[in-house]
C-alpha cells in the first residue's frame, strides 16, 4: 500500500469515528436535557427518570467502544502496513545487477562507488549492498542507508496514539485539523510515495 492510501485510510477512520462520536454525543446530551426536564417538572416517575440515566450510561459506553474500535482500526492498519514496509528492508537476489559484480574488486574508489549508487537509487538491495561495501573498505559516502525499520518504528509509534487522541477530541474540529487536515504535517510527510 502507498503512503498516501495508508494516510487516506487513516483519515477515513478517523472521521468516520469523529461523525458517530457527535452523534452519540448529541443523543447523550438530549436525554441529559430530557433527564433535566423531567426531574424539574415533577410529573414524571423515578423509574422514567432512571430509564433515561440508564439510557445515557449505555450511550456513554457506545462512544467509549467507538473510540476503542477506532483505536483498534488503526492500530490494524497501522500494523500491516508497517510490515509492508519492513519488507523492503529484505535483501532480494532478484534485484541484484551486474554492479553486484563490481563490488568484487577492492580498487573501486569513492567516485566508483558514487556512480554505483546513482545507478541504483531506486533498488534498495543494491544500495544497501553498495553502502556496506563501501564501508568495509574503509571509504565514507556521507550516505547512510537508513532501513525501513526504522520509518515504521516511527509511524507505529506516532499514528494510533495521534489519532487516538484525534478521536477522543471528537467535539474539537481544529483538532482533526491539526493533525488530519489537508495543511497538517501528516499530510505533507504521507502525501510524497516513495
Known sequence: ??????????RDIVSRSIEECRDIDNKIALNEKRKR????????TKKHVDDIINETRELKRM???RIDACDQDVKELTAAYCE???????LRGEDLT???E???YNNLKEKDYRELL???ENNRTMTRLILDNARDRGIDLGVHYNPASNEAKDIENAVPYVANTVARWYNKPEIYDKFFGDDSNFAR??????
Open 102 to 104: 563490481l563490488l568484487k
Open 84 to 90: 509492508e514496509i519492513r519488507a523492503l528492508d529484505a
Open 118 to 120: 546513482k545507478r541504483n
Open 98 to 100: 551486474a554492479d553486484a
Open 37 to 44: 426536564e423531567c426531574q424539574n417538572s415533577g410529573r414524571y
Open 1 to 10: 500500500m502507498r503512503k498516501s492510501e495508508y494516510f487516506s485510510n487513516i
Open 63 to 65: 462512544l467509549t467502544a
Open 189 to 194: 510527510d504521507f502525501a510524497e510515495d516513495e
